[in-house]
Structure formats: structure tokens, C-alpha cells
């Protein structure tokens, strides 16, 4: 948001609000699309130990249901963590999760590439801006390199019938104890991802600037636990947040599709927040002034060719939700 506002200035104060209306939103969804991925994952563990015990042809059956209602219990013990200052420990558990079940997901990849022999189908310090830059690089050469690895091995391992997911759709089914780790993996990612993405929606921190005479809003209540420090309890603070698992727990019961989600998500944030902003904020930072060349051709036509993209995504994927919910 302060991006669009700087670079569009007093004409785009309604993208601004816009753009932040649709990051909340973007959010709002993978909070959403974690619960959904944590309820698989524990279903997957089951399912690894069901198959290596009764075969792979085993009517190896949970529900998620459940399994959605734990986890949503988890994060609002998890919410009580005031802000992303005090989670700085569940941020580096998270990202070493990432990397390990990232890591087996591709090395199982290639090892069922290698066990086939053949492919099946192809389908002081620095300033601030440029720590931010260079992380931002990493962060998305690092991601576009496993999805990338990810998304080929597993169409050569699997061709056709690649599942949306390698370890929770069941691309695999031994070693068993690794896919079961795998997913525990996931699930322990998700829990700390869970927070760092809501963290941004909690309006705590807002509305104790605007209206500091509160006393809900306000007011904390030191509470006793045994063994631990005391802890400091806002009820404002616990009941937005208890409010907001619960609103997301309830949505991911609700329409538990992950493929579908997914795409619905990915489409939300494609065209609007990577493409319309980004291009232009390069419009007005580089004065490129309209009906030109550059402003016709790689500009605006780009622009609409990945619009048309996420049109065309976005539909299909609500479709996809609508025919999995009325089947």
C-alpha cells in the first residue's frame, strides 16, 4: 500500500485502498488454503501408515473435518503472540520446515524419475532497500527453483496423474516414514506460516492508535500460567483473533478443495498485485507518456494479455468449486 501511495500520489488513493483491500484478501485466502493444507497433511500421515500396512489398494479413508478444528485450536493459542517482534523463533522453525519438506519433495521426485528410467509424459550496515532488494531476490529465485524442480519431476515421475500435491496427494507411497515426516514437516510450517500471514489483518495495534482512551481495546489483564512468565492477556486482542480462526477454520470446512482454492487465490493476486500496480508504478517513475511505442506495446498489451489470464484462471477455478460442491 505505501508503495502505491508514494509512486501513484493524491490520484491513487482509491488504488491504494484498493490494492491493500485485495492483499488483506490474498491473506485472508492462504489463512484459509493453511487450514485446508494442515488438515490434508495429518490425513496424509494416516494414509502413509494405513497403505504400508494394508497395501496401496486400501480404502484408506479419513475425514478433514476434524482435523481443521485442531489445527484451528492451535492458532488461537498461537494468536496470543502479540506481533511479529515476538515470533521471531516461529519464523526460523517455519522456514526450516520449508526447506526440509521442500527438499524431500524433490528428492523423491527425482528418485521415482530414476526408479522409472523413462519420463511419462512431459507435462554500517546496508541501507534498507537494498537488504529488502537483494532478500526479495533471493526469496524468489530460491522459490521459482523449487517449484520449478518440483512441478517437472514430479510430470516426469507421474506424467498425467500427478497429483496437486506430491506429498499429500499421494505421488508417493514409500518410503513411508519419510512421506509421514514430509507432512509433519508441512504441518509444522503451516502453524508458524499461519500467524506470520495473519499477523498484517490483526487491527489490535490500529485501533489502539485510534482510540487510546479505550478501555477494551486497551486494557491487558496479567494472567498466571504454571510454569511459564506471566503472561499478558488483551481481550480485544483475543477476541478479534479468536474471531478470525474461527471465520477461517469455518470457510476451509466449508469448501475443502485445495487445487481449487489454490487457483482462486493465485488469480485474486496475479493480475491486480503483479502486474496492474507494479506497471504503474514503472509508468509514473519512469514519465513514460501515453500512446508511445513502449506504452502501447509492452505495457499496456502485456498488461491485458496477463488480465486476460487471470479471467480466464479465476473462472475456471470457481467452476471447479462449484461442480466439487454440488457433486
Same mark, same amino acid.
Given at each position: 500500500?505505501?508503495?502505491?501511495?508514494v509512486?501513484?500520489?493524491?490520484?491513487?488513493?482509491?488504488?491504494?485502498?484498493?490494492?491493500?483491500f485485495?492483499?488483506?484478501?490474498?491473506?485472508?485466502?492462504?489463512?484459509?488454503?493453511?487450514?485446508?493444507?494442515t488438515?490434508?497433511?495429518?490425513r496424509?500421515?494416516?494414509?502413509a501408515?494405513?497403505?504400508?500396512?494394508?497395501?496401496?489398494?486400501?480404502?484408506?479413508s479419513?475425514?478433514?473435518?476434524?482435523?481443521?478444528?485442531?489445527?484451528?485450536?492451535?492458532?488461537?493459542?498461537?494468536?496470543?503472540?502479540?506481533?511479529?517482534?515476538?515470533?521471531?523463533?516461529?519464523?526460523?522453525?517455519?522456514?526450516?520446515?520449508?526447506?526440509?519438506?521442500?527438499?524431500?519433495?524433490?528428492?523423491?521426485?527425482?528418485?521415482?524419475?530414476?526408479?522409472?528410467?523413462?519420463i511419462?509424459?512431459?507435462?554500517?550496515?546496508? !541501507?534498507?532497500? &537494498?537488504?529488502?532488494? =537483494?532478500?526479495?531476490? +533471493?526469496?524468489?529465485?530460491?522459490?521459482?527453483? $523449487?517449484? /520449478?524442480?518440483c512441478?517437472?519431476?514430479?510430470?516426469?515421475?507421474?506424467?498425467?496423474d500427478?497429483?496437486?500435491?506430491?506429498?499429500?496427494?499421494?505421488?508417493?507411497?514409500e518410503?513411508?516414514?519419510?512421506?509421514?515426516?514430509?507432512?509433519?514437516?508441512?504441518?509444522?510450517?503451516?502453524?508458524?506460516?499461519?500467524?506470520?500471514?495473519s499477523?498484517?489483518?490483526?487491527?489490535?495495534?490500529?485501533?489502539?492508535?485510534?482510540? !487510546?482512551?479505550n &478501555?477494551?481495546?486497551? =486494557?491487558?489483564?496479567? +494472567?498466571?500460567?504454571?510454569?511459564l512468565s506471566? $503472561?499478558? /492477556?488483551?481481550?480485544?486482542?483475543?477476541?478479534?483473533?479468536?474471531?478470525?480462526?474461527?471465520?477461517?477454520?469455518?470457510?476451509?470446512?466449508?469448501?475443502?478443495?485445495?487445487?481449487?482454492v489454490?487457483?482462486v487465490?493465485?488469480?485474486?493476486?496475479?493480475?491486480?498485485?503483479?502486474?496492474?500496480?507494479?506497471?504503474?508504478?514503472?509508468?509514473?517513475?519512469?514519465?513514460?507518456?501515453?500512446?508511445?511505442?513502449?506504452?502501447?506495446?509492452?505495457? &499496456?498489451?502485456?498488461?491485458f494479455v496477463?488480465f486476460?489470464?487471470?479471467?480466464?484462471?479465476?473462472?475456471g477455478?470457481?467452476?471447479?468449486?462449484?461442480?466439487?460442491?454440488l457433486?
Amino acid at each position: 500500500m505505501d508503495a502505491v501511495r508514494v509512486n501513484l500520489g493524491k490520484e491513487g488513493e482509491r488504488r491504494t485502498w484498493l490494492a491493500g483491500f485485495l492483499q488483506f484478501l490474498v491473506l485472508y485466502g492462504t489463512s484459509c488454503a493453511y487450514v485446508l493444507t494442515t488438515a490434508n497433511s495429518l490425513r496424509a500421515i494416516l494414509k502413509a501408515n494405513c497403505y504400508h500396512k494394508e497395501g496401496h489398494q486400501a480404502p484408506c479413508s479419513y475425514g478433514a473435518n476434524l482435523y481443521m478444528v485442531l489445527f484451528g485450536l492451535v492458532e488461537i493459542v498461537m494468536s496470543f503472540i502479540p506481533d511479529l517482534h515476538d515470533m521471531l523463533w516461529v519464523s526460523v522453525v517455519a522456514a526450516i520446515m520449508s526447506f526440509t519438506y521442500s527438499f524431500i519433495g524433490l528428492g523423491l521426485g527425482i528418485a521415482k524419475v530414476i526408479e522409472n528410467r523413462r519420463i511419462d509424459t512431459l507435462r554500517s550496515h546496508p !541501507p534498507e532497500n &537494498r537488504i529488502m532488494k =537483494k532478500a526479495f531476490m +533471493v526469496a524468489i529465485i530460491m522459490k521459482t527453483f $523449487f517449484y /520449478l524442480c518440483c512441478g517437472c519431476f514430479g510430470y516426469a515421475a507421474f506424467g498425467n496423474d500427478t497429483p496437486g500435491n506430491l506429498l499429500i496427494g499421494f505421488g508417493f507411497y514409500e518410503p513411508y516414514w519419510l512421506v509421514a515426516f514430509a507432512n509433519v514437516c508441512i504441518i509444522l510450517h503451516l502453524v508458524g506460516g499461519y500467524q506470520i500471514y495473519s499477523q498484517p489483518i490483526s487491527v489490535d495495534r490500529w485501533c489502539s492508535r485510534k482510540i !487510546p482512551n479505550n &478501555r477494551f481495546v486497551n =486494557k491487558s489483564y496479567k +494472567v498466571k500460567l504454571p510454569l511459564l512468565s506471566n $503472561f499478558e /492477556l488483551n481481550v480485544f486482542r483475543f477476541c478479534f483473533r479468536t474471531t478470525y480462526v474461527i471465520s477461517t477454520t469455518g470457510i476451509a470446512i466449508l469448501f475443502p478443495y485445495f487445487n481449487q482454492v489454490l487457483g482462486v487465490l493465485g488469480a485474486i493476486n496475479f493480475w491486480p498485485l503483479a502486474i496492474y500496480f507494479p506497471v504503474e508504478m514503472y509508468l509514473q517513475q519512469k514519465k513514460i507518456g501515453g500512446w508511445t511505442r513502449k506504452w502501447i506495446v509492452l505495457i &499496456r498489451m502485456f498488461s491485458f494479455v496477463c488480465f486476460a489470464v487471470t479471467v480466464v484462471g479465476l473462472v475456471g477455478s470457481i467452476q471447479g468449486i462449484i461442480s466439487e460442491k454440488l457433486s
